[in-house]
């Protein structure tokens, strides 16, 4: 850890040494990332008052979003933008379609065209060591967002909500609704979680299973698939349709069904993959009379409206003004040489150590609160 804020200390001593030169290089031409290509690339002219001239403060971050697909990464890239702006940066904001060899590439213009920080909500936590060790050549500290990067030494800083705390609040959550503590039971449950590529999930599944595990274990809680390992119900990209039709198959192969096998809750680690297990649900003849306790996260808005009419049971919000905040204060801090916030120093390391980083704290949500 020590290691780490040292070697973070020092890169950016050497990126504020740099500042003065780094516009100079931006002439550098890169190739265009495919799709959701979104460049802000016009400085922030800020005046100096006491000159009474106008200067461009900061210097050029490079922020790295996956996808524009999910409500919460457009929100996280328009938070870091805004927020960035009015602190006197200048930004390259980017989003990669969950297209991995495109994120690669526009983190490699991030590096070619001046950017002295990176940002990074990575799309696979595993796959950019390689483009990273160009970053850390040139010193150019990197902050993963929201997802941890993994085995890269180029990762300066981690900031993100409490994970694990967002799986034991799901976890939490069908216990008592269930209540399981007094409930004879049995009761049927399925777990659905994200893509297996992102560091998150071992957090929101292990969270979550830490607390339902003891009640399978006692046979409370009955799992009817079998799927019970991480790598049977995770959801590729956390997409949708994949949850939707792994859901499909399930209710065929075990005959779940309002008047057949009586389904009781759904794990489910996010609203992508809560929707996809709603509408297959609805399909099968369920309705917001008669659905099982089903679990999500982010807020998104399709989902706050089956909140509200009773398709979903809960949801996990997590601020992304606040993580926006806490990165832009990360930034200014590095930029600035001093020492970013951090409150956790033991739980995320991504194979080279570990990370210090900022824990947001996440709030369930349901439709007594959701307002
Ligand atoms: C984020 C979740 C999000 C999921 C899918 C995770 O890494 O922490 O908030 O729902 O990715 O985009």
């Known amino acids: 850890m020590r290691k780490k804020l040292l070697s973070s200390l020092l890169v950016t001593a050497m990126a504020v040494t740099m500042l003065a030169g780094c516009g100079s290089n931006g002439g550098q031409q890169a ?33 790295a979003m ?39 590439s526009q983190i490699e213009n991030m590096i070619n065209s001046g950017c002295q920080m990176l940002v990074i909500a990575s799309i696979d936590g595993d796959s950019l060591g390689t483009v990273l060790e160009q ?22 800083y981690y900031a993100t909500f409490d994970n694990y705390k967002v799986g034991q609040m799901q976890g939490q959550y069908i216990v008592d609704a269930l209540d399981l503590e007094n409930a004879e039971g049995p009761f049927n449950i399925e777990l659905v979680t994200g893509a297996p590529d992102d560091n998150n999930v071992n957090f929101f599944f292990g969270g979550a299973m830490d607390v339902l ?26 997409s949708t349709e994949e949850a939707q039709k792994r859901f499909e198959n399930m209710i065929s192969a075990v005959g779940y069904g309002p008047n057949g096998v009586k389904l009781d809750a759904v794990l489910c680690s996010n609203d992508s993959t809560s929707y996809g297990v709603q509408n297959a649900l609805q399909a099968a003849g369920y309705t917001a009379d008669n659905m099982p306790i089903i679990t999500g996260q982010d807020c998104d808005k399709p989902n706050v409206k089956n909140i509200v009419s009773g398709l979903q049971s809960m949801s996990v919000f997590k601020d992304t003004r606040t993580l926006a905040e806490k990165v832009v204060g990360m930034v200014d801090a590095i930029m600035k040489g001093t020492e970013p916030e951090i409150n956790d120093t033991e739980t995320y390391d991504n194979g080279t150590g ?17 307002k």
């Open 31 to 63: 190739s265009t990332p495919a799709t959701e290509n979104k460049t802000e690339t016009s400085a922030e002219a800020k005046t100096d008052d006491t000159a009474g001239t106008t200067t461009t403060e900061g210097g050029k971050i490079g922020v």
């Open 135 to 156: 970053a850390k050549e040139k010193d150019i500290p990197v902050i993963a967002y929201d997802r941890l990067i993994m085995d890269s030494e180029a990762v300066s």
């Open 354 to 370: 570990v990370i210090p980083s900022y824990l947001c704290d996440p709030v369930v949500v349901t439709v007594d609160n959701y």
């Open 213 to 238: 595990q003891p009640y399978i274990d006692s046979g409370k809680l009955v799992v009817p698939s079998g799927q019970t390992e991480k790598a049977q119900c995770a959801t590729a990209n956390w």
């Open 66 to 104: 996956p996808t524009k697909d999910l409500q919460r990464w457009n929100q996280d890239g328009t938070n870091m933008e805004a927020q960035l702006k009015e602190a006197g940066y200048e930004v390259d904001l980017q989003y990669a379609s969950n297209d991995i060899p495109t994120q690669v």
